[in-house]
């Protein structure tokens, strides 16, 4: 059984709970931390994006079909205590390449600076009208860049504001333990301190049913997910 | 636990994206705008409708209050060949609006041959008039103001085109189709012409020529007069985000039947048309320039009537969900000397026209516009309009 749902209120819902989650999380564990690892499976079609036909446009190639998103991403919905208390700002890139957002989905921590380089000849227009966090980073050209900061975890779907095929999701976690899978579907979540922690994989804003997983000490765990 | 506080992403129930068919070969998309004013004519009462008809594109609707839904379709037949096609219901009237084929034949090159009822070749705005790529909700003068000039009937003398000054919406003529009708603008932006359209572009230059039955200002399906339209683009992208283009078109404007109510041949009723745009962006604004002129051959009138229509119009991002817009919009005729009397052959309008709208969603919006129109003529020389509208597309 697969559900969609709302993942500002799941991940506020996942923060509000971290107070009461276990066990602690710090380095002084490292040593016992484990490992989940598995697979995702997409049972369900590929979302299939197409861009707008061009039909005012004098003669534009436009009909070719745009690249299937596949990743997914497998995350803890609920962390262990101090998972939160990390302060280290990282960046993170979403480039813009043949008129499409590579990668197609980007998951962070909160406090990342994301970077949105155009790599291509015409103009580009990031925006999102995401409540996570709204922007709109205006026209810029090939070799110029522009970022954002992202404070808050939530889902925040970004679009080009010029080409409407253009389209990605930025996960931003108030934690680090998630994971994007490989073009295989697999997904690795390290350092994870023993405990019993509930997963979730989504994809395309389809999520799993969540499951319970046990973390033995320096064990790995497997769990795979399959998605309709 | 967490599921339980879900709720569904797509609850708004309709789509956002094209819909995507035979594994992306056909392509769908639509959009939907629904559109209502209220206009204040000088010396009637507030909350007309457009009275003055400054914003009618013909006989039965005006731009201002509409409801218009669009589908445009694609089908990849395979990757030389494409099948296009746009359909619009304006109020209750369907219209194709294009139907076409796109042949691509070198796959390295940008270069297509586009054959049927094919988007324009002249100018910018023609390739803008989606609601969404239209940053107000009127359309520019040169584009929709009707002019008293009809294919199908056709004035004998300069007093003739005085009496119609400002009536382009209704007017009559004594040659040719004595019923009244509406007039035509300088550039139809409501209707296509059928025919073959060449276009290829060669690093940050491009060009395209047409070949079609009508004309800029009477679009055809089928010919009605035997004279062709040749119409030809050329456009510069010097700089990311500037387009610098000038365009020229030629076609016989009046029917077979008008001009031989006139003892006359078709051909010698010519419209020659000649138009320069240019459009810069930058960061969160939109700046575009253009400006068309017209001349018509009238072998019965002298000097040859002109025509020509100039807007400027920006549109600023204010933040991710709102913006605002201005447009400033002049169309000026040329001066005959009648009997008695020597005045423009039509009455020139000014428009400006100052607005804003909300995303609501990345694919719906809400708009509203304040539009001033000035008339050098008519019934109605003044008439002011606010309109608001929804916009919804996939």
């Known amino acids: 059984m697969h559900k969609r749902f709302s993942f500002r209120r799941a991940f506020l819902a996942a923060l509000g709970l971290a107070a009461v989650a276990v066990p602690a999380y710090g380095p002084v564990d490292a040593a016992r931390n484990g490992a989940i690892t598995g697979h995702v499976e997409l049972t369900r079609p590929p979302v299939a994006v197409g861009r707008r036909p061009g039909v005012t446009d004098l003669g534009t190639p436009t009909l070719q079909p745009m690249a299937e998103p596949q990743m997914s991403v497998v995350y803890l919905e609920v962390a262990p205590r101090g998972a939160f208390e990390q302060t280290d700002t990282t960046r993170a890139v979403m480039d813009q390449r043949n008129e499409t957002f590579v990668p197609h989905v980007l998951a962070i921590t909160t406090g990342t600076t994301v970077e949105f380089p155009n790599s291509d000849r015409i103009y580009h227009n990031v925006f999102s009208l995401s409540k996570t966090r709204p922007f709109d980073l205006g026209r810029y050209a090939v070799g110029r860049s522009k970022s954002i900061r992202f404070d808050r975890p939530g889902v925040v779907r970004v679009f080009c504001d010029i080409h409407s095929h253009m389209s990605a999701f930025i996960l931003v976690f108030s934690h680090p333990f998630f994971s994007v899978t490989d073009p295989a579907g697999r997904y690795r979540i390290d350092n994870v301190p023993p405990g019993t922690y509930t997963l979730v994989a989504w994809n395309e804003g389809v999520t799993s049913e969540s499951r319970q997983v046990v973390v033995s000490d320096a064990g790995l765990t497997e769990t795979d997910f399959s998605l309709r | ?394």
């Open chain 2, 1 to 394: 636990m967490l599921v339980g506080v879900a709720c569904p992403v797509g609850a708004q129930g309709l789509p956002s994206e094209p819909l995507v068919f035979a594994d992306g070969r056909a392509v769908i998309s639509g959009d939907v705008s629904l559109t209502a004013s209220c206009s204040h004519a000088e010396g009637e009462s507030a909350c007309t409708g457009d009275t003055g008809f400054f914003n009618y594109s013909d006989y039965d609707h005006s731009t201002l209050r509409m409801a218009r839904f669009g589908v445009t379709a694609s089908v990849r037949i395979n990757s030389h060949i494409s099948a296009l096609a746009d359909l619009r219901i304006e109020n209750t009237t369907a219209r194709p609006y294009g139907a076409y084929v796109r042949i691509h034949p070198f796959i390295d090159r940008d270069f297509d041959i586009q054959a049927g009822r094919i988007p324009w070749t002249f100018g910018a705005f023609s390739r803008h008039s989606y609601s969404t790529d239209n940053p107000l909700i009127g359309y520019p003068l040169a584009y929709q103001y009707l002019t008293s000039l009809r294919p199908d009937a056709l004035p004998l003398a300069p007093e003739d085109l005085f009496r119609m000054r400002g009536r382009g919406w209704l007017s009559s003529f004594p040659v040719g189709n004595s019923t009244p009708d509406s007039g035509m603008p300088l550039a139809d932006a409501f209707r296509w012409d059928s025919g073959v359209q060449a276009h290829g572009t060669v690093g940050w230059f491009e060009g395209a020529a047409s070949f079609t039955t009508g004309s800029l200002a009477h679009p055809l399906f089928l010919d009605d007069n035997d004279g062709k339209h040749l119409a030809g683009r050329a456009a510069a992208r010097p700089l990311a985000g500037l387009v610098i283009g000038v365009s020229v078109s030629r076609a016989p404007y009046v029917t077979t039947a008008a001009a031989a109510a006139a003892h006359a041949d078709a051909r010698d009723f010519t419209q020659k048309v000649a138009g320069a745009d240019v459009e810069f962006s930058r960061d969160h604004y939109l700046v575009r320039f253009e400006t068309v002129w017209s001349a018509y051959d009238l072998p019965t009138i002298a000097p040859r009537l002109e025509a020509s229509g100039t807007y400027l119009e920006g549109r600023y991002k204010l933040t991710p969900r709102i913006f605002v817009a201005a447009r400033a919009d002049h169309l000026g005729f040329n001066t005959i000397t009648g009997t008695v009397r020597s005045l423009t052959w039509e009455a020139p309008v000014t428009r400006w026209e100052v607005g804003g709208g909300y995303a609501v969603l990345r694919n719906l919006q809400l708009r509203t516009t304040f539009q001033h129109n000035a008339r050098d003529g008519g019934r109605i020389r003044k008439q002011t309009a606010l309109a608001g509208q929804l916009l919804y597309w996939f």
